[in-house]
Protein backbone atom coordinates (compact mmCIF):
# COMPACT_ATOMS: atom_id res chain seq x y z
CA UNK A 1 0.00 0.00 0.00
CA UNK A 2 1.50 3.30 -0.72
CA UNK A 3 0.10 6.06 1.16
CA UNK A 4 -0.22 10.21 0.22
CA UNK A 5 -1.83 13.04 2.06
CA UNK A 6 -4.78 15.09 1.27
CA UNK A 7 -4.96 18.58 3.15
CA UNK A 8 -6.73 22.15 2.61
CA UNK A 9 -8.05 24.97 3.37
CA UNK A 10 -11.99 24.95 4.25
CA UNK A 11 -13.98 25.30 1.47
CA UNK A 12 -11.03 24.62 -1.07
CA UNK A 13 -12.23 21.35 -2.91
CA UNK A 14 -10.22 18.97 -1.17
CA UNK A 15 -13.94 16.99 -0.72
CA UNK A 16 -14.62 17.60 -4.27
CA UNK A 17 -10.54 15.96 -5.02
CA UNK A 18 -10.92 13.13 -2.77
CA UNK A 19 -13.88 12.04 -4.33
CA UNK A 20 -12.39 12.71 -7.49
CA UNK A 21 -9.60 10.41 -6.72
CA UNK A 22 -12.09 7.92 -5.69
CA UNK A 23 -12.95 8.06 -9.78
CA UNK A 24 -9.94 5.52 -10.53
CA UNK A 25 -10.33 1.96 -9.88
CA UNK A 26 -6.90 1.74 -7.92
CA UNK A 27 -7.31 4.58 -5.33
CA UNK A 28 -8.93 4.90 -1.87
CA UNK A 29 -9.61 8.26 -0.99
CA UNK A 30 -10.82 9.22 2.94
CA UNK A 31 -13.17 11.39 4.29
CA UNK A 32 -11.65 13.67 6.82
CA UNK A 33 -9.86 10.49 8.66
CA UNK A 34 -9.03 10.31 12.39
CA UNK A 35 -5.61 8.41 11.82
CA UNK A 36 -3.47 11.45 12.26
CA UNK A 37 -5.25 12.09 15.71
CA UNK A 38 -4.86 8.75 16.98
CA UNK A 39 -0.59 8.19 15.55
CA UNK A 40 -0.67 11.90 17.51
CA UNK A 41 -2.41 10.82 20.96
CA UNK A 42 -0.02 7.53 21.09
CA UNK A 43 3.17 9.89 20.60
CA UNK A 44 2.00 12.41 23.45
CA UNK A 45 1.36 9.71 25.44
CA UNK A 46 4.10 7.00 24.99
CA UNK A 47 6.95 8.73 27.12
CA UNK A 48 4.40 9.35 30.03
CA UNK A 49 4.32 5.27 30.66
CA UNK A 50 6.85 4.43 33.87
CA UNK A 51 7.10 1.01 31.60
CA UNK A 52 8.69 3.10 28.63
CA UNK A 53 10.68 5.85 31.34
CA UNK A 54 12.13 2.57 32.73
CA UNK A 55 12.83 1.44 28.71
CA UNK A 56 16.45 1.70 26.87
CA UNK A 57 15.80 5.06 24.80
CA UNK A 58 16.72 3.73 21.52
CA UNK A 59 14.40 0.53 22.08
CA UNK A 60 11.47 2.86 23.22
CA UNK A 61 11.67 4.88 20.07
CA UNK A 62 12.01 1.75 17.82
CA UNK A 63 8.76 0.04 19.21
CA UNK A 64 7.33 3.90 19.11
CA UNK A 65 7.80 4.07 15.67
CA UNK A 66 6.81 0.44 15.32
CA UNK A 67 3.26 1.04 16.89
CA UNK A 68 2.58 4.27 14.92
CA UNK A 69 3.13 2.56 11.81
CA UNK A 70 1.13 0.34 12.81
CA UNK A 71 -1.74 2.18 13.15
CA UNK A 72 -1.07 3.76 9.98
CA UNK A 73 -0.90 0.44 8.26
CA UNK A 74 -4.14 -0.72 10.73
CA UNK A 75 -6.31 2.09 10.12
CA UNK A 76 -6.62 1.44 6.10
CA UNK A 77 -5.99 -2.13 6.45
CA UNK A 78 -9.72 -2.56 5.48
CA UNK A 79 -8.28 -1.14 1.74
CA UNK A 80 -8.10 -3.19 -1.71
CA UNK A 81 -6.30 -0.84 -3.70
CA UNK A 82 -2.87 -0.23 -3.64
CA UNK A 83 -3.05 3.67 -3.41
CA UNK A 84 -4.36 5.83 -0.32
CA UNK A 85 -4.81 8.78 -0.17
CA UNK A 86 -5.87 10.56 3.61
CA UNK A 87 -7.65 13.16 4.07
CA UNK A 88 -6.99 15.58 7.26
CA UNK A 89 -6.00 19.50 7.41
CA UNK A 90 -3.51 18.44 10.34
CA UNK A 91 -0.82 16.69 8.33
CA UNK A 92 1.03 19.96 7.23
CA UNK A 93 1.13 20.45 11.00
CA UNK A 94 3.20 16.84 11.65
CA UNK A 95 5.19 15.96 8.63
CA UNK A 96 8.09 15.29 11.09
CA UNK A 97 6.33 13.02 12.64
CA UNK A 98 4.81 11.22 9.63
CA UNK A 99 8.24 11.31 7.84
CA UNK A 100 9.96 9.63 10.85
CA UNK A 101 7.26 7.26 11.19
CA UNK A 102 7.43 6.10 7.21
CA UNK A 103 11.02 6.07 6.86
CA UNK A 104 10.52 9.01 3.85
CA UNK A 105 9.63 11.92 2.58
CA UNK A 106 5.81 12.19 2.34
CA UNK A 107 3.95 13.90 -0.18
CA UNK A 108 0.95 16.12 0.56
CA UNK A 109 -1.98 17.40 -1.53
CA UNK A 110 -3.25 20.96 -0.78
CA UNK A 111 -6.18 22.63 -1.92
CA UNK A 112 -6.85 26.50 -1.59
CA UNK A 113 -8.33 28.90 -2.54
CA UNK A 114 -8.54 33.04 -2.65
CA UNK A 115 -9.21 33.93 0.81
CA UNK A 116 -12.36 36.17 0.63
CA UNK A 117 -14.37 33.12 -1.96
CA UNK A 118 -13.90 30.57 1.14
CA UNK A 119 -15.30 33.14 3.99
CA UNK A 120 -18.20 33.70 1.32
CA UNK A 121 -18.34 30.19 1.05
CA UNK A 122 -18.34 29.67 4.89
CA UNK A 123 -20.90 32.60 5.31
CA UNK A 124 -23.75 30.98 2.58
CA UNK A 125 -23.03 27.79 4.90
CA UNK A 126 -23.54 29.56 7.75
CA UNK A 127 -27.18 31.40 6.85
CA UNK A 128 -28.03 28.29 5.58
CA UNK A 129 -27.32 26.54 8.49
CA UNK A 130 -29.23 29.23 10.70
CA UNK A 131 -32.39 29.14 9.70
CA UNK A 132 -32.77 25.65 11.95
CA UNK A 133 -30.33 25.95 14.62
CA UNK A 134 -27.89 27.97 16.24
CA UNK A 135 -23.98 27.21 15.10
CA UNK A 136 -21.43 26.09 18.13
CA UNK A 137 -19.09 29.17 17.58
CA UNK A 138 -22.12 31.38 17.92
CA UNK A 139 -22.73 30.56 21.45
CA UNK A 140 -19.64 31.60 22.48
CA UNK A 141 -19.40 35.11 19.84
CA UNK A 142 -23.05 35.46 20.01
CA UNK A 143 -22.49 39.61 19.17
CA UNK A 144 -19.29 39.01 16.91
CA UNK A 145 -21.51 36.37 15.03
CA UNK A 146 -24.73 39.18 14.38
CA UNK A 147 -22.72 40.53 11.34
CA UNK A 148 -21.06 39.28 8.20
CA UNK A 149 -17.82 40.81 8.96
CA UNK A 150 -17.48 39.41 12.94
CA UNK A 151 -18.32 35.78 11.50
CA UNK A 152 -15.40 36.41 8.98
CA UNK A 153 -12.87 37.66 12.01
CA UNK A 154 -13.98 34.63 14.06
CA UNK A 155 -13.46 32.46 10.86
CA UNK A 156 -9.96 34.07 10.36
CA UNK A 157 -9.05 33.35 14.28
CA UNK A 158 -5.67 31.26 14.60
CA UNK A 159 -7.93 28.86 16.88
CA UNK A 160 -10.51 28.72 14.12
CA UNK A 161 -11.11 26.52 11.13
CA UNK A 162 -9.92 29.34 8.35
CA UNK A 163 -7.07 30.76 10.46
CA UNK A 164 -5.90 27.91 11.63
CA UNK A 165 -5.56 25.66 8.34
CA UNK A 166 -3.55 28.52 6.82
CA UNK A 167 -1.10 28.87 9.48
CA UNK A 168 -0.44 25.79 9.35
CA UNK A 169 0.25 25.91 5.52
CA UNK A 170 2.69 28.84 6.14
CA UNK A 171 4.09 27.09 9.10
CA UNK A 172 5.18 24.34 6.35
CA UNK A 173 6.49 26.82 4.22
CA UNK A 174 8.43 28.53 6.82
CA UNK A 175 9.67 24.62 8.00
CA UNK A 176 11.05 24.16 4.84
CA UNK A 177 8.83 21.43 2.98
CA UNK A 178 7.36 23.56 -0.23
CA UNK A 179 8.87 20.39 -1.94
CA UNK A 180 6.75 17.98 -0.08
CA UNK A 181 3.35 19.70 -0.69
CA UNK A 182 1.61 20.19 -4.00
CA UNK A 183 -1.06 22.52 -4.36
CA UNK A 184 -4.22 22.33 -6.24
CA UNK A 185 -6.22 25.67 -6.71
CA UNK A 186 -9.70 25.84 -6.36
CA UNK A 187 -10.26 27.28 -9.94
CA UNK A 188 -7.92 25.62 -11.44
CA UNK A 189 -9.42 22.02 -10.37
CA UNK A 190 -13.15 23.06 -11.07
CA UNK A 191 -12.20 25.19 -14.21
CA UNK A 192 -9.78 22.87 -15.86
CA UNK A 193 -10.05 19.61 -14.45
CA UNK A 194 -8.02 17.37 -16.70
CA UNK A 195 -5.03 19.09 -16.35
CA UNK A 196 -5.14 19.95 -13.33
CA UNK A 197 -5.69 16.00 -12.20
CA UNK A 198 -2.83 15.20 -14.95
CA UNK A 199 -0.33 17.57 -12.98
CA UNK A 200 -1.04 16.45 -10.07
CA UNK A 201 -0.25 12.65 -11.07
CA UNK A 202 2.66 13.66 -12.33
CA UNK A 203 4.16 14.72 -9.09
CA UNK A 204 3.06 12.17 -7.25
CA UNK A 205 4.30 9.90 -9.65
CA UNK A 206 1.54 7.67 -10.46
CA UNK A 207 -0.45 6.84 -13.83
CA UNK A 208 -2.93 8.92 -15.78
CA UNK A 209 -6.43 7.69 -15.31
CA UNK A 210 -9.07 9.44 -17.24
CA UNK A 211 -11.92 10.73 -14.70
CA UNK A 212 -15.63 11.75 -15.74
CA UNK A 213 -16.28 15.16 -14.41
CA UNK A 214 -19.75 15.22 -15.58
CA UNK A 215 -20.63 12.77 -13.29
CA UNK A 216 -18.43 12.07 -9.75
CA UNK A 217 -20.09 10.11 -7.65
CA UNK A 218 -20.05 10.78 -3.64
CA UNK A 219 -18.25 7.93 -1.96
CA UNK A 220 -17.26 9.80 0.98
CA UNK A 221 -19.53 10.40 3.40
CA UNK A 222 -19.15 12.36 7.17
CA UNK A 223 -22.38 13.70 9.17
CA UNK A 224 -21.82 17.08 9.38
CA UNK A 225 -24.08 17.53 12.13
CA UNK A 226 -20.70 17.51 14.40
CA UNK A 227 -19.91 20.69 11.96
CA UNK A 228 -23.19 22.35 12.62
CA UNK A 229 -23.15 23.18 8.70
CA UNK A 230 -23.27 21.06 5.52
CA UNK A 231 -19.46 21.40 4.46
CA UNK A 232 -18.80 17.87 2.89
CA UNK A 233 -21.51 17.81 0.03
CA UNK A 234 -20.21 17.92 -3.48
CA UNK A 235 -21.47 18.88 -6.90
CA UNK A 236 -21.73 15.44 -9.28
CA UNK A 237 -20.74 17.89 -11.92
CA UNK A 238 -16.82 19.29 -12.20
CA UNK A 239 -17.42 22.96 -13.46
CA UNK A 240 -16.07 26.67 -12.64
CA UNK A 241 -18.02 28.19 -9.47
CA UNK A 242 -19.05 31.77 -10.02
CA UNK A 243 -17.03 34.47 -7.37
CA UNK A 244 -19.05 35.60 -4.93
CA UNK A 245 -17.43 37.38 -2.19
CA UNK A 246 -18.20 40.61 -3.35
CA UNK A 247 -21.77 39.97 -3.46
CA UNK A 248 -21.58 38.19 0.22
CA UNK A 249 -19.06 40.00 2.19
CA UNK A 250 -18.89 43.27 0.93
CA UNK A 251 -16.71 45.45 -0.26
CA UNK A 252 -14.83 46.27 3.56
CA UNK A 253 -14.43 42.81 4.20
CA UNK A 254 -12.84 42.10 0.69
CA UNK A 255 -10.93 44.30 0.72
CA UNK A 256 -9.45 43.61 4.21
CA UNK A 257 -9.17 39.86 2.91
CA UNK A 258 -7.90 40.48 -0.23
CA UNK A 259 -4.01 39.36 -0.60
CA UNK A 260 -3.25 37.18 1.65
CA UNK A 261 -2.74 34.18 -0.88
CA UNK A 262 1.19 33.91 0.30
CA UNK A 263 1.34 30.60 -1.44
CA UNK A 264 1.09 32.33 -5.02
Known sequence: MRIFFLS???RSGSTLLAN???QNPGTHATATSG???VMFMVRNRWDGLIEHQAMNEAESDFRKRNVLLGILA???GHVNEGIVFDKSRGHLAHIEMLEWVL???VKIITTVRDIPEILASMELRWRDASRKGQVEVEKENYIQMQTVQGRSEIWMRPGQVVGLAMNRLRDAVMRGYSNRIHLVEFDDLTAKPAETMGALYDTMELPHFEH????VMQTTHEDDRVHDMDLHTIRRVVAP?????LKVLGQETVRKYSGLEFWR
Open 74 to 76: GYH
Open 103 to 105: GDR
Open 20 to 22: ILA
Open 241 to 245: VEHRA
Open 212 to 215: DFGA
Open 35 to 37: MLD
Open 8 to 10: GLP
